[in-house]
């Protein structure tokens, strides 16, 4: 069987399909990824990739929206708006449509048997509309895509057009949410999220223990280029006066000055961080949520726009940890998130939920069925 993956820009979209391209290819299965961006970082992965929108990147899309578009980063920032999915359609269908070409372009070519397309790739469904065969939407964290994939179509109809497809596809839906952190039923196949943030060999201080407890600090790899580093920068003025070591994984950012509990990383994989932490302070990404999720930690979100409030609401609803804004970090909140037993006791139970959900493996003779459909 022949498998098209289709992805959506940024990485923290791509990364959660890669633990299933590996399940296809462990299975004997061809795969090929249609992508553009920060998302070709999936080669890294060992997947075979093409560049449908060479020289396009994630912060250039923000660079245009903020410049034609401020509208639409408002609603991306809204805290109400944005626990919906279909608020950033308008973002992501602008993306979609230019690199719907080059992905109907590859789907041609690669003959695929079926599709799988990351959330807010609306050029996923077109391109296995094109071809008649099935679509999978892979999910990557607690949002919800009811009338997403509907509000897409709307949005791309000019590319349909283009490439005389009046019809649409009506994807099956891969949901990678532990089950009792939803509101309601699972969109989909409830398949267990295996954390993937690339290979490393690990430096001196992941491979020993710290003497004092530890706290990730990440922001991801899209909240910076849209807000900065202030939340970092008030986060270390706290840290100085925690008895604990902060590790900042902000990647190559020159970030100043810091105290002595505090130390700056270059990028490494967040699982290979995380699993010698004792707790983490994020920006809300889904990726990243997940990932201190699969870890057992309790967590400490400051969402700041797009699905991250859905995210941070979905932590504190279930007794992970709690959402505040920047603001409100303080010494007593840090504190409580080191000491209380309640949400580290809670996060591993969630852990182990997580655990024993359907692997990607689990997925591979469905997709075969559905493509022989």
């Known amino acids: 069987m022949r498998v098209l993956f289709v992805s959506a820009l940024g990485t923290g979209h791509v990364l959660p399909a890669i633990p299933l391209a590996w399940a296809l290819r462990a299975a004997g299965h061809d795969v090929l990824l249609a992508a553009a961006g920060d998302a070709l970082v999936a080669e890294r992965a060992g997947i075979?990739?093409?560049?449908?929108?060479?020289?396009?990147?994630?912060?250039?899309?923000?660079?245009?929206?903020?410049?034609?578009?401020?509208?639409?980063?408002?609603?991306?920032?809204?805290?109400?708006?944005?626990r919906d999915l279909r608020e950033a359609v308008p973002v992501f269908a602008r993306v979609a449509d230019?690199?719907?070409?080059?992905?109907?372009?590859?789907?041609?070519?690669?003959?695929?048997?079926?599709?799988?397309?990351?959330?807010?790739?609306?050029?996923?469904?077109?391109?296995?509309?094109?071809?008649?065969i099935p679509a999978v939407q892979q999910g990557f964290g607690f949002a919800r895509t009811a009338g997403v994939n509907e509000l897409m179509r709307e949005h791309l109809a000019e590319a349909y057009q283009r490439h005389g497809v009046t019809g649409s596809a009506s994807p099956a839906k891969i949901d990678?949410?532990?089950?009792?952190?939803?509101?309601?039923?699972?969109?989909?196949?409830?398949?267990?999220?295996?954390?993937?943030?690339?290979?490393?060999?690990?430096?001196?201080?992941l491979r020993r223990p710290s003497s004092r407890p530890r706290v990730a600090v990440t922001l991801g790899t899209v909240s910076p280029t849209m807000n900065g580093?202030?939340?970092?920068?008030r986060i270390i003025d706290v840290a100085a006066d925690v008895d604990a070591e902060f590790v900042l994984a902000v990647g190559s950012t020159d970030i100043g000055d810091l105290p002595d509990n505090v130390i700056a990383l270059p990028w490494m994989p967040l699982n290979s961080l995380l699993r010698t932490c004792s707790?983490?302070?994020?920006?809300?990404?889904?990726?990243?949520?997940?990932?201190?999720?699969?870890?057992?930690?309790?967590?400490?979100?400051l969402p700041d726009g797009a699905d991250r409030f859905a995210n941070a609401d979905a932590v504190h609803d279930r007794g992970i940890g709690v959402s505040i804004t920047p603001s409100d970090v303080d010494e007593e909140m840090i504190d409580w998130l080191?000491?209380?037993?309640?949400?580290?006791?809670?996060?591993?139970?969630?852990?182990?939920?997580m655990h024993g959900m359907p692997t990607p493996a689990s997925l591979v003779p469905r997709l075969v069925e559905l493509a022989a459909s």
């Open 48 to 82: 075979a990739v093409e560049d449908v929108l060479p020289g396009q990147n994630m912060s250039g899309v923000f660079e245009w929206i903020k410049a034609n578009r401020p509208e639409l980063v408002e609603r991306l920032g809204n805290t109400a708006g944005t």
């Open 98 to 132: 230019r690199m719907a070409d080059g992905i109907v372009d590859t789907a041609i070519r690669y003959a695929p048997d079926i599709v799988v397309y990351t959330q807010l790739q609306g050029a996923g469904p077109l391109a296995a509309a094109k071809l008649g």
């Open 176 to 205: 990678v949410a532990p089950p009792s952190m939803l509101g309601g039923e699972p969109e989909g196949w409830s398949t267990r999220y295996i954390p993937y943030n690339g290979g490393i060999v690990l430096p001196d201080l």
């Open 229 to 233: 580093f202030a939340t970092v920068r």
């Open 279 to 301: 707790a983490v302070i994020h920006h809300g990404g889904a990726g990243t949520t997940l990932t201190a999720i699969d870890a057992g930690l309790p967590q400490l979100v």
């Open 338 to 353: 080191l000491r209380s037993d309640k949400p580290r006791a809670v996060a591993a139970e969630v852990r182990d939920e």
